[in-house]
């Protein structure tokens, strides 16, 4: 998403990075996703708890908000926010100047420009605003988490947790027995948000395109395979061109898990198996998500022609999924080749809203047409 409370760039899959190439900061946080990995409704706690401790430890109290500078009620005032005043100890993390509404905004809901802010009457936080819903506002199917270490960047520090079972309890702890869990007090001074968490892959059998054809994802990434073939960068709906690319990055959760898949078939027998948000390309040349897909849609072949959607299925998977990431970063040659249908690659997701909805493929324009 974009830098406003409705589009934020949160990146971060709950994904262990597997890599062909030199690790970056970027993949750093993938591996601290992938080690705290949370389940849409655990990452919904974690949200919870990050906004509350950061209110009642990190404030100067519900009567010290300030007004947004980029979010409105839904009376079109500007929404009441909070700011946490010790960086070195903050739970919503520096990408988001320590906003905390504006972050836990981001982290729960889908695009939009407002939302309802609410004086809260009862629990831990009462008498603090609120941004809630408006009207128009959609939850995310996946909501994103802040994951913690001693300091920044990812990977420099110790992992921190949450008190497994203790929502009440805002102190940070260390995991000294290898579950990924918050087990011994951490009595350090200093904890940061290092990542953004959020999963949204292939299901295992999904098949990807390689240099010597389709390969379903988990075998490539057993295998580490470096021999992408994706979109050329100059690639339009009249001139799709194909080239060969190299993996970056492949990631692959540590635990098996539930997951929401949108299986989506075809009227030229196709079958796509994609997680609720993962980017696909439809005939317009515009990338939308998976969830957003209905009969009647048409996707987009590798060789340009569309394809009529005839079914989409909400279905659950127990286990892994799994991405990659070109070395590439334009987006045109993002655009990966899955079960014959252009899809986005990993880089998509982590930046979702910024790309979704926009045409990513232009068509040719006639030379007679061009400006002389």
């Known amino acids: 998403m974009s830098k406003s409370v409705s589009r934020i760039v949160l990146g971060g899959a709950a994904a262990i990075a597997l890599l062909p190439a030199v690790a970056g900061a970027q993949n750093q946080q993938e591996w601290r996703c992938n080690d705290d990995s949370l389940t849409p409704s655990q990452a919904v706690v ?6 509350k401790c950061g209110l009642l430890t990190n404030t100067g109290g519900a009567a010290s908000w300030v007004l947004s500078t980029t979010t409105f009620n839904v009376d079109f005032t ?20 320590y906003k905390v509404n504006y972050y836990y905004a981001a982290a729960m809901y889908e695009a939009t420009p407002m939302v309802k802010v609410d004086l809260e009457v009862t629990g831990p936080t009462i008498n603090f605003f609120k941004w809630n819903p408006a009207p128009t506002t959609t939850l995310r199917v996946r909501p994103i988490y802040p994951t913690f270490e001693t300091s920044l960047p990812a990977g420099s520090g110790t992992p921190l947790y949450p008190h497994p079972t203790d929502t009440t309890d805002c102190r940070m702890y260390r995991d000294t027995n290898g579950d ?30 390689f240099s010597e054809g389709s390969v379903p994802i988990s075998d490539a990434i057993q295998k580490q395979r470096e021999d992408l073939i ?42 796509l198996r994609l997680t609720n948000e993962h980017p696909v390309v439809n005939s317009e040349g515009r990338m939308v998500r998976a969830q957003d897909l209905k009969v009647d849609d048409e996707l987009l072949r590798q060789d340009g022609t569309p394809e009529r959607i005839t079914s989409v299925e909400r279905t659950t998977h127990f286990g ?20 014959g249908f252009l899809v986005g690659s990993a880089r998509y997701q982590n930046e979702d809203v910024q790309f979704m909805n926009r045409i990513i493929l232009q068509r040719s324009v006639p030379e007679e047409l061009m400006p002389r």
């Open 46 to 51: 974690r949200a919870e708890w990050a906004r």
């Open 78 to 97: 500007m929404a009441k926010e909070y700011i946490e005043s010790n960086t070195t100890r903050a739970y919503s993390g520096n990408a988001h100047a």
């Open 180 to 209: 990924y869990r918050g087990d011994t007090l951490y009595t350090g001074t200093s904890f940061y948000v290092v990542a953004n968490c959020e999963s949204s892959c292939y299901a295992p059998d999904q098949e990807v395109l």
């Open 230 to 271: 994706t979109l050329s960068p100059d690639s339009t709906l009249d001139n799709l061109q194909l080239q060969p690319n190299r993996v970056y990055s492949y990631t692959s959760e540590i635990r098996n898990s539930e997951h929401v898949l949108y299986e989506i078939r075809t009227a030229g027998g196709g079958k």
């Open 320 to 339: 892994k999924v799994f991405n990659l990431r070109p070395v590439s970063r334009d987006q045109v040659s993002n655009v990966l080749v899955a079960q």
